[in-house]
């Protein structure tokens, strides 16, 4: 069983910038793929960025790209989001989720990491506010 634990929300004006952790506990921290998440209120939970266990690969929707950098510390269990050029539109709820990839499956071919149903642990998430 995982635990994750999020940190690092809070309200910062338009433009400005915020670092996101996700502390991991209860497992092999390097076998798990790592997802982080919004959603908004009245939205449906949003992909925002993933990494695969080595931190070899990182994954963003168009949305984010270029502005949001997911990346790993693998011996510190930690995955962090460091977010940029902060729009009022990314004010949300951020999570973090954590999926044991079985190897030959289509998670990265199928870009399944998009689907939050299909990730086995969640954190609690942070509020992340952006004002205009």
């Known amino acids: 069983q995982v635990q994750l634990g999020e940190s690092g929300g809070g309200l910062v004006q338009a433009g400005g910038s915020l670092r996101l952790s996700c502390a991991a506990s209860g497992g092999t921290f390097s076998d798990y793929f790592m997802g982080w998440f919004r959603q908004a209120p009245g939205k449906e939970r949003e992909f925002v960025a993933g990494?695969?266990?080595?931190?070899?690969?990182?994954y963003y929707p168009d949305s984010v790209k270029g502005r949001f950098t997911i990346s790993r510390d693998n011996p510190k269990n930690t995955v962090y989001l460091q977010m940029t050029s902060l729009k009022p539109e990314d004010t949300a709820v951020y999570s973090c989720a954590a999926k044991r990839v079985a190897f030959g499956s289509t998670w990265y071919t199928g870009s399944e990491y998009y689907e939050h149903e299909k990730y086995d642990y969640w954190g609690q998430g942070t509020q992340v506010t952006v004002s205009s």
């Open positions: 990494i695969s266990w080595s931190g070899g690969r990182t």
